[in-house]
């Protein structure tokens, strides 16, 4: 299966993929040479995330896991159109479990620039109770910060401070985090926000959409093989195998670069 995301927070979805499918195999790609995609305009992260679903087509790949928010935000109905496999975004699930989740039907969202400004959590958040009430933060401290040498540094928490604050005095009581990097530091909002607001966070419930998507699809493998996974990068490979560890919380040995070139061309 193939797994991709703008850098390396994807790897928190592929953890959780790793752990719910050991017999299945994966390939991990992170566009870092065009990294943070969440201030791009939403039509330029629609074209990377075609070039990059296509190029893992073509590697093989049974189905495409885009472990990216802001790209998901922008481009999965056209990869579902477009790719010959099945596509699973990270939105949805949560989306979903948001709505489940919240007792007094006042939903927050914290997430990139692209995320918040494509809209689709609020379309979704809706199509499944129009009555909620649905508070958006754009967060775009936040992915420099978790991705600095100091994650859990001062800086950190009262960057989610001041984005918390909305949400908040908007009483809500449910609040999706909506960056695949987010749950590193989710200790800080935890703290922030306090036991009686839920977190959601999509990377189980992306995980069993996608072991449930190949099981209906009769795509899996024997369940007692062990998987393989391979790990590419558009920019540093060891700057990927040192930051991604951390988002992966496994060991990362080998790391293949891809040019940007490369992608374009699939």
Do not use: W
């Not at 070039?51 to 481009?75: D, F, H």
């Not at 006042?106 to 379309?123: D, H, K, M, Q, S």
């Amino acid at each position: 299966m193939g797994v991709f995301d703008s850098g390396v927070g994807g790897l928190t979805v592929l953890h959780e993929c790793l752990v719910t499918m050991p017999h299945e195999d994966f390939v991990y790609l992170g566009d870092h040479a065009r990294l943070p995609y969440g201030p791009r305009p939403l039509a330029e992260v629609r074209r990377f995330a075609r070039e990059i679903a296509s190029y893992l087509q073509e590697q093989g790949v049974k189905l495409v896991v885009n472990a990216c928010n802001t790209a998901t935000s922008a481009a999965l109905p056209q990869l579902q159109e477009q790719l010959d496999v099945p596509v699973v975004g990270v939105i949805t699930p949560e989306a979903h479990a948001a709505v489940q989740a919240t007792r007094n039907r006042r939903i927050g969202l914290l997430a990139t620039e692209g995320t918040v400004e494509a809209g689709r959590y609020r379309e979704l958040v809706h199509a499944l109770d129009a009555g909620v009430d649905f508070l958006p933060v754009a967060c775009p401290r936040l992915v420099p910060l978790i991705e600095s040498d100091d994650p859990f540094g001062a800086k950190t928490t009262d960057a989610v401070r001041e984005y918390a604050a909305p949400l908040k005095e908007a009483g809500v009581d449910t609040v999706i985090l909506g960056c695949t990097h987010y749950p590193l530091i989710r200790p800080i909002f935890q703290r922030v926000f306090g036991r009686d607001v839920t977190l959601v966070f999509s990377a189980e419930e992306t995980a069993q959409e996608v072991a449930q998507t190949l099981a209906r699809k009769g795509y899996e493998n024997d369940p007692a093989r062990e998987g393989r996974y391979r790990f590419l990068t558009t920019g540093d490979p060891d700057a990927f195998r040192e930051m991604g560890a951390r988002f992966l919380q496994l060991p990362i040995a080998d790391v293949e670069h891809v040019e940007v070139a490369a992608l374009a061309a699939a």
